[in-house]
């Protein structure tokens, strides 16, 4: 490489390097920077190579595993033929799989459906060598034994041990009345509950996925994502006035009498909180597992305006919410009160034990576990802000 290239390269180096970090996920498919033109071809030299690449796994907020596509069809083991926009098909180059930073995607070009994700993942693993297991999780991993990490977490080394077991429940009950069929009503095309489920699948700790619901339709849409849903709840706890540790609770004793099965966590990730991070959840494991004395964890986020501002009623006036302040109290600044956190429904861990033992959803001791503020889905008006919220923010675009 003569002087004039390497400076070239050089300089495209620094300037990938002081770009901004932006929100990813896997699935998605970016036109990346692979490179300067700097061989003997006429037309393009000394431009950038641009090239779509699949985000197959990511590994950090700046890496991850990618999949350079190419639009000319190809045949063979090491090549995977899909279609991820109505015009475009492509040819996934798994014998070119490496490490990309994600400072070298210049545009989003779409995303990869659930469905050819999973007959890719199934591919790369049978060109690894591995079995999917049938009774894992969604199109499963290994059923040979792969290798447990070791990570630092606060200083301290948390072990992955090999018997481990996390259990993901997805709640979705038939019976919504505000919003009929919200479960499985479409958000910017996708199932709401296919946006959790992804999330479960992509979690690096899970290895049972569990739908818990009541209807046959569900049921279907569900599987359509590459998971078993073997049994339906019975109606009496999917009623309006079902408790959650009732159906939680039936999940632990079908998958201990019919699959032997008992896991050490239970994850709850509600359908109505579509827009997660895998790797958040994937924080919070680690987190309950670090402090294994806690009962539970819940994520929440602080609450913008302080309740003890707020006022309650009594014959037609105002009072303050909490007895210990005084009305003129409700007149000082936020920052004059404690921080206080409202449960989100992002994430919740909870120790089987709590519920099997101790006759209690969340115990006593919850750990403490803060995201950015969570959209939840209650009424039509919560899909179209979410929707146009997804249309805007491309880091959106594909949380599954």
Known sequence: MDKENFDNWNNLKQQIQQKPLIQYKQGEI????????????????????????????????????????????????????????????????????????????????????????????????????????????????????????????????????????????????????????????????????????QSAKQSQYIDKIIVSTDCQEIKNVAEQFDIKVPFLRPKELATDTSLDIDFIRHTLQWLQKNENYTPNLVVLLRPTTPLRDATVIDDAIKKMIEYKNNSSLRSAHEVSESPFKWFKEKDGIYQPICDNYTLEDTNKPRQSFEKVYIPNGYVDIINPNTITKENDLYGSKICKFITTFSYEIDTIEDFEFIEYKISKDKKYENTL
């Open 30 to 197: 970016y036109f990346m920077s692979v490179g300067q033109n700097i061989g003997y071809e006429v037309f393009g030299k000394k431009e950038l190579f641009l090239r779509p690449v699949l985000v197959y796994k990511k590994l950090s907020k700046q890496t991850f595993i990618g999949i350079p596509l190419s639009s000319k069809e190809k045949q063979g083991s090491y090549f995977f033929n899909f279609q991820y926009t109505e015009k475009t098909t492509s040819t996934a180059l798994l014998n070119q799989i490496r490490v990309f930073d994600i400072r070298r995607a210049k545009y989003f070009d779409g995303n990869i459906n659930f469905s050819d994700f999973g007959k890719l993942k199934s591919k790369i693993l049978s060109l690894l060598d591995i079995t999917p297991n049938p009774k894992g999780k969604g199109s499963g991993h290994s059923s040979k034994k792969l290798p447990k990490c070791k990570e630092s977490i606060s200083q301290n080394i948390l072990t992955c041990q090999e018997n481990l077991k996390t259990l993901c429940i997805i709640p979705a009950r038939g019976g919504s009345k505000g919003v009929p069929k919200k479960n499985i009503k479409l958000l910017n095309n996708i199932p709401l509950i296919g946006y959790s489920i």
